[in-house]
């Protein structure tokens, strides 16, 4: 069961969810409410009635409201998403059926993908043999019946590849299905039930008649990966690249944990490296030099550095003011000899990955960057984390970056906690 303090501090989190503007003094929280009047709550009450009237005076102002309209954005999003990727899907299947309708004038051995009887795959065949053919949801439920000595499914595996065809991603190559000469399915499990679950056709090479004894050699080569589609293009800490990508991706996902939990196709990866290549880049080359002193892994370093000056400019002083005292821990561009204060944030957050890593408890990669981007914010907003940064509404998202403008000469305020730490903007 929550505890007053961890409902209060839901609640808080809420708030700051929806817009409101939330400062800490002390052992108070300052809500301030989209009309201007604002109210007082503490950070923990005596009894749960406290809480119980903090919670209906948050949602007469509209709380409850805002976070349900949000939601309901967010459900609206992903529905339109979806639905975009099964036009997608649609359509290429539609083209899909139209070139099958032309196998007569592409004639031999060049014929396109085309639609099989059960029968052929079910029949005797004295030797392997091999055609392009066309997998229906209904073909596929029929092949998966042949299913009888498999490895074991992997839910994971078949929402990958699920996920391919519904975002048309999917594409017909040399890695084909087969069934072997007493006609068992041999290669193919995935994606023929990612088939049914998408209910959208897909194009394979399919083999029969294979030797039984194959089934061992199967799948033994190693899969590629977008670390290795990086290096084939000549990138370099292409390791490092790759997970910096695939965490950027996931904060600009609705869900990133679950996004960082699946597979992303190598493709997808691909393309947003290619949207950006060159700040990617120096983003994960900076981080590589200062991770060890953060006492954080590379790929959330690097991929903080790159959301932060993606979110507030990269001419903006503030961000590198920032990633210098966190990784040096030392005021003044990490060229001074005094430290950070001990109530800043980048402080805390320092003390608390070298704790971890004391202790062997390190965080995912997604958790760090996580809390690098709440530091952000807490230096930003110029609040105080108390003994520790931590973030508690329970959600399955992490900190969205707060904007902090530095327009030149008319700059607003700079954060205290990074007052003279850089050159340009207000001091």
């Not at 078949?158 to 006609?183: C, P, V």
Request: proline share 4%; glycine share 8%; net charge positive.
């Amino acid at each position: 069961m929550a505890t007053i303090k961890t409902e209060i501090a839901a609640l808080i989190g809420q708030c700051r969810h929806v817009g409101w503007d939330v400062e800490m003094a002390g052992n108070e929280h300052k809500v301030t409410f989209d009309d201007g009047t604002s109210t007082l709550i503490h950070s923990s009450y005596s009894d749960r009635n406290a809480v119980h009237r903090v919670r209906r005076f948050l949602d007469k102002m509209g709380l409850s409201d805002k976070v349900e309209q949000i939601e309901e954005q967010h459900r609206t999003d992903k529905a339109a998403r979806l639905a975009a990727e099964r036009k997608a899907a649609d359509l290429a299947g539609a083209k899909l059926a139209k070139r099958t309708t032309a196998t007569a004038k592409a004639a031999g051995p060049y014929a396109p993908p085309e639609h099989v009887p059960l029968d052929w795959f079910l029949a005797d065949h004295p030797a392997p043999w091999m055609r392009w053919v066309i997998i229906t949801p209904d073909l596929a439920d029929q092949l998966l019946k042949c299913n009888v000595s498999n490895r074991p499914l992997n839910a994971e595996h078949i929402a990958y590849f699920k996920r391919l065809i519904l975002s048309g991603e999917w594409r017909l190559t040399h890695q084909g299905m087969a069934m072997d000469a007493n006609r068992r399915l041999q290669d193919g499990q995935h994606r023929l039930h990612a088939c049914i679950q998408a209910g959208r056709v897909i194009a394979v090479p399919f083999y029969c008649g294979m030797p039984t004894e194959n089934f061992k050699y199967v799948d033994e080569g190693r899969n590629r990966s977008i670390a290795d589609l990086l290096g084939m293009a000549g990138v370099t800490q292409r390791t490092t690249v790759a997970t910096t990508i695939k965490l950027v991706e996931a904060y600009r996902d609705p869900i990133p944990r679950s996004y960082m939990r699946n597979k992303a196709s190598n493709a997808h990866l691909h393309d947003a490296f290619k949207g950006d290549p060159e700040r990617l880049a120096d983003a994960v080359t900076w981080a590589r030099r200062h991770y060890d002193n953060a006492k954080l892994v590379a790929s959330a370093l690097g991929a903080a550095a790159y959301l932060l000056r993606d979110a507030n400019g990269p001419d903006n002083a503030f961000v590198p003011a920032f990633l210098t005292g966190l990784v040096s821990g030392v005021k003044g561009g990490g060229d001074s000899r005094i430290l950070l204060d001990k109530d800043d944030p980048r402080m805390l957050l320092r003390k608390d990955m070298q704790r971890r890593r004391e202790h062997g408890s390190r965080l995912r990669a997604i958790d760090q960057l996580g809390y690098i981007l709440l530091a952000w914010n807490l230096v930003v907003d110029r609040r105080q984390a108390g003994k520790r940064i931590k973030w508690t509404d329970g959600r399955d998202d992490i900190p969205r970056i707060v904007v902090c403008e530095d327009s030149g000469a008319r700059a607003s305020a700079p954060p205290d906690f990074l007052r003279g730490e850089f050159t340009g903007g207000a001091q």
